[in-house]
């Protein structure tokens, strides 16, 4: 691969000056500040992150709080930011940094990625942002800036694309200005190089990016082969009970939404007779149903096609947990995949049937 020592003064000056004044960039970076931003940035805008982070580093303050917070505070604090394992994994990185690095993170690339959670890209990101190390930190947008400046045509989720381009950057890396050479990295493919029109003319690396000078930069990377996802049908049953509380289950500890809340649901639309008849058999006695319509939630590799149903309830299902509309809001980490729905039942949970 190309040497792309060229591109190091250049994307330094920029940074300088193009540099986002952003929560978890500090003049003398916060390695717990770095982990949580890194985490919360994964597949998630920055200004969406913003005010999740500083909201998190208001109640977790360091790693030994975020390593004894309760699980429904943390889910609470994700609320809406979706991939709920992050949190998850992000706890047991606390835990095990209390546990055998005396809650100090530590600074060594490979003692890094022997914590749960933290793969190749947030260690580089890590061990470069917060210690100064020679770590390239690459994530997809590092591999569109590389792959342009190269003209590389191989696919973005090419293994041995990344490896190169990590290699390449490694080389690269400049003494005392590695944490500002990552960064400025990012902040080129996150201001400038960006996925579908890049800004080549305010481009500080223009002068030596192959991508420009054959006009391929806005076909690179090649994309990924696009998977198809799988759509599941859902019937979800929003149940109201007479003293106007909520009845929600937990989802099993292991798969998507992992020991989240949700709204109990059934495979497949159902209709309003053939949701009426699964009632009947079920015993569960009921004094009026509502649909609420239908809504579309979107994952990575799955779509969850809903269709819910408010059923008023003469009785509580012992086998549900019931919650008024205060707790629907504040101790109950619904995820957003729900949102349309928590937002129809609160209607009728703060006014009654009549609404
Ligand atoms: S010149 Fe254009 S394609 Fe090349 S690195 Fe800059 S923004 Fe990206």
Same mark, same amino acid.
């Given at each position: 691969?190309?040497?792309?020592?060229?591109?190091?003064?250049?994307?330094?000056?920029?940074?300088?000056?193009?540099?986002?004044?952003?929560?978890?960039?500090?003049?003398?970076?916060?390695?717990?500040?770095?982990?949580?931003?890194?985490?919360?940035?994964?597949?998630?805008?920055?200004?969406?992150?913003?005010? %999740?982070?500083?909201?998190?580093?208001?109640?977790?303050?360091?790693?030994?709080?975020?390593?004894?917070?309760?699980?429904?505070?943390?889910?609470?604090?994700?609320?809406?930011?979706? %991939?709920?394992?992050?949190?998850?994994?992000?706890?047991?990185?606390?835990?095990?940094?209390?546990?055998?690095?005396?809650?100090?993170?530590?600074?060594?690339?490979?003692?890094?990625?022997?914590?749960?959670?933290?793969?190749?890209?947030?260690?580089?990101?890590?061990?470069?942002?917060?210690?100064?190390?020679? /770590?390239?930190?690459?994530?997809?947008?590092?591999?569109? /800036?590389?792959?342009?400046?190269?003209?590389?045509?191989?696919?973005?989720?090419?293994?041995?694309?990344? @490896?190169?381009?990590?290699?390449?950057?490694?080389?690269?890396?400049?003494?005392? @200005?590695?944490?500002?050479?990552?960064?400025?990295?990012?902040?080129?493919?996150?201001?400038?190089?960006?996925?579908?029109?890049?800004?080549?003319?305010?481009?500080?690396?223009?002068?030596?990016?192959?991508? %420009?000078?054959?006009?391929?930069?806005?076909?690179?990377?090649?994309?990924? @082969?696009?998977?198809?996802?799988?759509?599941?049908?859902?019937?979800?049953?929003?149940?109201?009970?007479?003293?106007?509380?909520?009845?929600?289950?937990?989802?099993?500890?292991?798969?998507?939404?992992?020991?989240?809340?949700?709204?109990?649901?059934?495979?497949?639309?159902?209709?309003?007779?053939?949701?009426?008849?699964?009632?009947?058999?079920?015993?569960?006695?009921?004094?009026?149903?509502?649909?609420?319509?239908?809504? @579309?939630?979107?994952?990575?590799?799955?779509?969850?096609?809903?269709?819910?149903?408010?059923?008023?309830?003469?009785?509580?299902?012992?086998?549900?947990?019931? /919650?008024?509309?205060?707790?629907?809001?504040?101790?109950?980490?619904?995820?957003?995949?729900?949102?349309?729905?928590?937002?129809?039942?609160?209607? %009728?949970?703060?006014?009654?049937?009549?609404?």
């Amino acid at each position: 691969m190309k040497d792309l020592a060229v591109i190091v003064k250049p994307l330094l000056e920029w940074y300088e000056h193009a540099a986002r004044v952003l929560p978890w960039r500090n003049i003398e970076p916060d390695p717990y500040k770095t982990l949580v931003s890194e985490i919360m940035l994964q597949q998630t805008r920055v200004e969406t992150v913003k005010p %999740y982070f500083n909201r998190f580093m208001q109640e977790l303050p360091d790693i030994r709080a975020l390593a004894n917070a309760p699980e429904e505070k943390l889910l609470k604090l994700w609320e809406g930011l979706g %991939y709920y394992s992050r949190v998850r994994n992000l706890q047991k990185t606390a835990c095990a940094v209390m546990e055998r690095f005396h809650g100090e993170l530590p600074q060594d690339h490979k003692q890094l990625l022997s914590l749960p959670g933290i793969g190749d890209y947030t260690a580089g990101a890590i061990a470069s942002i917060a210690f100064g190390q020679p /770590v390239p930190a690459v994530d997809g947008n590092v591999i569109r /800036v590389c792959a342009r400046l190269l003209n590389d045509h191989r696919a973005a989720d090419d293994p041995l694309l990344k @490896k190169e381009i990590r290699n390449a950057l490694e080389k690269i890396y400049p003494s005392g @200005k590695c944490s500002d050479f990552t960064q400025s990295l990012m902040e080129l493919g996150a201001l400038i190089c960006l996925p579908g029109n890049p800004r080549c003319a305010e481009c500080p690396l223009l002068h030596c990016c192959l991508g %420009y000078q054959k006009n391929t930069a806005s076909i690179l990377p090649v994309k990924k @082969k696009k998977l198809t996802k799988k759509i599941e049908e859902r019937t979800l049953l929003l149940f109201v009970s007479p003293d106007l509380c909520s009845g929600l289950q937990k989802r099993p500890p292991k798969g998507i939404l992992a020991g989240m809340w949700e709204f109990p649901a059934l495979e497949k639309h159902l209709t309003v007779n053939e949701l009426k008849q699964y009632l009947n058999d079920s015993g569960i006695r009921f004094s009026e149903i509502k649909s609420l319509g239908k809504y @579309k939630h979107v994952f990575s590799h799955l779509e969850w096609h809903m269709l819910g149903y408010l059923i008023f309830c003469t009785e509580k299902n012992a086998a549900l947990t019931w /919650v008024d509309a205060e707790g629907l809001e504040t101790s109950c980490s619904l995820p957003s995949a729900f949102k349309k729905y928590r937002k129809d039942l609160q209607k %009728y949970l703060t006014s009654g049937a009549e609404s």
